[in-house]
C-alpha cells in the first residue's frame, strides 16, 4: 500500500504560480512512477504530467507543457508540481497517483496507476 497526500492548492488570481506536493508513504517510493491528474467541474479526469520512477524522464499534456514542471525528492518521499502562469482554464481538482513502473516510463491512463490521494483544489480567477 501506498498512501499519498497532496497540498498546496488554493485560489489564485491568473498569471501567478503554486506549487503542489505530494508525500508518499508505505512502500518504496522510488519504485513508483509518479503522476499528476485533474479533473475540472463537469469534466472527465485528465493526466497532466507524469515522472519517471528513475526521475530521469517527464512528460506532460500539451496544454500545460511549458508552464508546469514535475520532480521528485526520493529522499522526502515527495512529488511536486510547480504551476507557473496559471490560467482560469487550469482550475480543478489536482490529483496525485503512483503507478509501479521501472526505469524511464510513464504510465497516462487512470487504469495504470493504484494509489490515490484525495485531491487538492486549485481555482484560478481571471
Known amino acids: 500500500q501506498v498512501q499519498l497526500v497532496e497540498s498546496g492548492g488554493g485560489l489564485v488570481q491568473a498569471g501567478v504560480s503554486l506549487r503542489l506536493s505530494c508525500a508518499a508513504s508505505g512502500r518504496t517510493f522510488s519504485n513508483y512512477a509518479m503522476g499528476w491528474f485533474r479533473q475540472a467541474p463537469g469534466k472527465e479526469r485528465e493526466f497532466v504530467a507524469g515522472i519517471s520512477s528513475s526521475g530521469g524522464n517527464t512528460y506532460y499534456v500539451h496544454s500545460v507543457k511549458g508552464r508546469f514542471t514535475i520532480s521528485r525528492d526520493d529522499a522526502k518521499n515527495t512529488v511536486y508540481l510547480q504551476m507557473d502562469t496559471l490560467k482560469p482554464e487550469d482550475t480543478a481538482v489536482y490529483y496525485c497517483?503512483?503507478?509501479?513502473?521501472?526505469?524511464?516510463?510513464?504510465?497516462?491512463?487512470?487504469?495504470?496507476?493504484?494509489?490515490w490521494g484525495q485531491g487538492t483544489q486549485v481555482t484560478v480567477s481571471s
Open positions: 497517483a503512483a503507478a509501479i513502473y521501472f526505469s524511464l516510463y510513464i504510465p497516462s491512463t487512470e487504469a495504470q496507476y493504484a494509489y
